[in-house]
């Protein structure tokens, strides 16, 4: 069975400098992705970031970045100068079956000014 | 709408009351799916459809839990006979097929059952 854990319930961060929100997870499956979302305060879901198990290159989109490690079963998210609005929920979630995402419990992430 | 719209935002509703969730999805989007989130807690998968057929309710906790989506488009999760640890937000996303990477939330119903 597919699982994610996310060991930081909660960070706090200088405005402007780097993050690393952890992700770990387990399946039985030999192809799979890892995806990040993003949740506001407002409660809907954003998808940041996806990485496919057989991708060679760790995922980038703009400021985010997956630092994929299969050996470790490690998929943590890294956010460079992070900005005030960065401050939310943060998932770290791996597909189930053709048709259900699990997601981990969660990273609230703080940007301090 | 650009979005996926739930209405309503917000709903309080007293134990035994029945109570209906709905979703408006991406117009075109093949699929749709349904989530609960209590509070502290990551999204858990509800229910999952394929336009108008329900593929997947195995995430339904139980039979109280029924949602629908009869022309493929705009979905309904009822819950009947609610009781309090029904209150959650409940979260509805859509996407254009599966499980793509780009599946789009809504903003969440949050029920919570008094």
């Known amino acids: 069975a597919q699982k994610i854990t996310q060991t930081q319930p909660g960070m706090f961060v200088q405005e402007k400098e780097a993050v690393t929100l952890d992700c770990t997870y387990d399946?039985?499956?030999?192809?799979?992705?890892l995806f990040w979302y993003k949740q506001p305060s407002s409660g809907e879901m954003i998808f940041l970031i996806y990485q496919g198990s057989y991708d060679e290159q760790n995922a980038t989109e703009g400021r985010y970045s997956l630092n994929f490690q299969k050996a470790r079963k490690s998929a943590n998210l890294v956010i460079s100068a992070s900005q005030l609005g960065d401050s939310a929920m943060y998932f770290c979630?791996?597909?189930?079956?053709?048709?259900?995402?699990?997601f981990g419990k969660g990273t609230r992430l703080h940007i301090l000014p | 709408g650009a979005g996926v719209s739930q209405s309503p935002r917000y709903k309080v509703a007293k134990r035994g009351q029945d109570v209906a969730l709905r979703c408006d999805p991406i117009?075109?989007?093949?699929?749709l799916f349904w989530y609960q989130q209590a509070l502290g807690q990551g999204p858990e998968f509800l229910t999952y459809?394929?336009?108008?057929?329900?593929?997947?309710k195995s995430g339904l906790p139980s039979d109280r839990f029924f949602a629908e989506r009869p022309e493929g488009s705009v979905s309904t999760l009822k819950i009947q006979r609610t009781q309090q640890e029904d209150s959650a937000v409940y979260l509805c996303?859509?996407?254009?097929?599966?499980?793509?990477?780009?599946?789009?939330f809504g903003q969440g119903t949050r029920l919570t059952v008094v």
């Open positions: 117009s075109g989007h093949v699929s």
């Open positions: 979630a791996i597909p189930h079956g053709d048709d259900k995402i699990i």
């Open positions: 996303a859509s996407s254009l097929a599966g499980r793509e990477p780009e599946a789009f």
């Open positions: 459809f394929q336009n108008e057929a329900q593929l997947d």
């Open positions: 399946t039985s499956d030999q192809s799979y992705g």
